[in-house]
């Protein structure tokens, strides 16, 4: 890191500060901060939009160009030449696997997608009309229950296999809450089909007959989930490393990281754009939900608009577009909601409200588009997203355990009552 320096002048203090500037290997530089505490100093940075949290070599994002790197490759050239589990192997290990690494670490997965049948009956105490994104908080915190052998997380090898576990459960967990919100038997994973392939045949199959998975969907299936994987610091993420901080264990730490992302402003919001786009109905109406996203005394928003970092296209929403004409090319379906979103964006990205703003389509806008063509209700989207995330998220957790790190303690502002003594409740 160069040794380029900040000078702070503070009100009443003698002399102004030196803070040091520190240097990634890309995007913007940052002031350590780190020392102003010894001077009684703190910084108010509500909602960590000027504020780096930690280093990190996993994922960078350029949010003026539009630009998504894992592990320095754009995110437009995975999708189109790479699979998911590939991804997986990628932020995991820094580089892109060899025929031999890739086919071991494929195998790995395979052999750690069957969860223990005695979480069955955790499932059973949820009921069945619960969201399944309760239940995923629920039965991934619980993975801790069933894994004591491997919960040392100083320990290299229990991170890994942790890692390992956490990929390819998560969409047999994900297909049983689906499942289980249908009534219908829970159908086991099979190590004969690819991972995306695996989990539609477990979301869609059913005891009474053959399901033949249809490629197409099932390479959609695995590029959404690609799309997915890991996004720098974002709430979720943040939050498993926050959690991860106080030692915690990894499932719990990811049973944190799918609870933050359920909120409509994150991951939950892929459920709402399709919930928008049912309100809207009718290209006619548009104009009207336009201009309530504009009404500062209105908070509707338009959902899968908008996004803290990206203030260009986000490049996985392009790839988003792409995929949904594919898959909907595929089914023969001609879905009027793809007509009503692409005249939204048409008509906000010509709106100086939103060119001001710089609001365009995030990742969540186009894939609830795809996954309802595909069968899957809106309260699975969110559901698809924790899934595509957990290795950005696991991977997230490694590097701050095997970094080292300090506990995450925020400071505040206090604007409370001052000191005052107790009231008798005879003289109140
Ligand atoms: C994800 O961080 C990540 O990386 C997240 C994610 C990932 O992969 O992990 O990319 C996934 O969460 C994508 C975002 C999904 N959320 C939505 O689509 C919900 C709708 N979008 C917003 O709520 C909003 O854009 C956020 C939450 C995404 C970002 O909020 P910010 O950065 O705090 O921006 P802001 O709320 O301060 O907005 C700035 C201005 C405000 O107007 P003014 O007060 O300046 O007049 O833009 C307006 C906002 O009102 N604005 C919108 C808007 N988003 C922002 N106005 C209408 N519609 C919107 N969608």
Not at 6 to 22: D, Y
Not at 24 to 34: A, C, M
Not at 69 to 85: F, N
Not at 282 to 288: A, P, Q, R, S, Y
Request: glycine letters at 8%.
């Amino acid at each position: 890191m160069a040794d380029k320096k900040a000078t702070l002048s503070v009100h009443g203090a003698n002399e102004p500060l030196e803070l040091p500037i520190l240097s990634g290997s890309e995007g913007s530089d940052v002031i350590d901060i780190n020392s102003l505490a010894q001077h009684g100093l703190f910084t108010y940075d509500p909602g960590f939009v000027s504020t780096a949290a930690c280093m990190s070599a996993i994922t960078y994002i350029d949010g003026d160009k539009g630009v998504l790197l894992h592990r320095g490759y754009p995110i437009e050239q995975l999708a189109e030449h790479s699979d998911y589990l590939e991804l997986c192997y990628l932020l995991l290990n820094g580089e892109l696997p060899k025929r031999a690494e890739r086919e071991a670490f494929v195998e790995v997965i395979k052999n750690h997608t069957m969860v223990h049948d005695q979480l069955r009956n955790l499932f059973s105490g949820f009921r069945r009309d619960a969201h399944p994104m309760a239940i995923m908080c629920g039965v991934v915190g619980a993975l801790s229950a069933f894994y004591h052998d491997s919960l040392d997380i100083d320990d290299a090898e229990h991170r890994t296999i942790t890692a390992h576990r956490l990929i390819a459960k998560m969409p047999t967990l994900a297909a049983m809450s689906y499942k289980y919100s249908i009534g219908q038997p829970f159908v086991y994973p099979r190590n004969d089909l690819d991972y995306a392939a695996n989990f539609l045949h477990m979301m869609f199959a059913t005891p009474c007959e053959e399901y033949e998975v249809n490629p197409v969907l099932a390479k959609a299936m695995d590029r959404i989930f690609l799309l997915h994987a890991d996004h720098e610091q974002n709430a979720s993420t943040s939050t498993v490393r926050l959690a991860g901080s106080t030692g915690a264990n990894p499932f719990a730490c990811i049973a944190a990281g799918i609870a933050a992302l359920w909120g409509p402003a994150h991951g939950g919001a892929n459920e709402a754009v399709l919930d928008m786009l049912g309100d809207i109905g009718d290209e006619k109406n548009i104009d009207k939900f336009i201009a309530r996203a504009k009404d500062p005394n209105d908070t509707f928003r338009l959902m899968g608009f908008g996004h803290r970092v990206y203030k260009n296209y986000d490049p996985r929403a392009k790839v988003m577009q792409e995929t949904c004409r594919e898959v909907l090319d595929e089914l023969g379906i001609e879905d009027p909601m793809l007509r009503i979103a692409q005249r939204l964006e048409k008509i906000a990205l010509e709106d100086e409200y939103f060119i001001e703003r710089r609001l365009y389509p995030n990742v969540d806008f186009y894939t609830g588009i795809i996954l309802k063509a595909m069968g899957i209700p809106s309260t699975m989207f969110t559901v698809i997203f924790a899934t595509g995330r957990t290795p950005g998220w696991i991977t997230q957790w490694i590097e701050m355990i095997a970094g080292g790190y300090r506990i995450g303690r925020p400071r505040q502002l206090y604007t409370g009552v001052s000191r005052r003594d107790y009231v008798p409740l005879a003289k109140r």
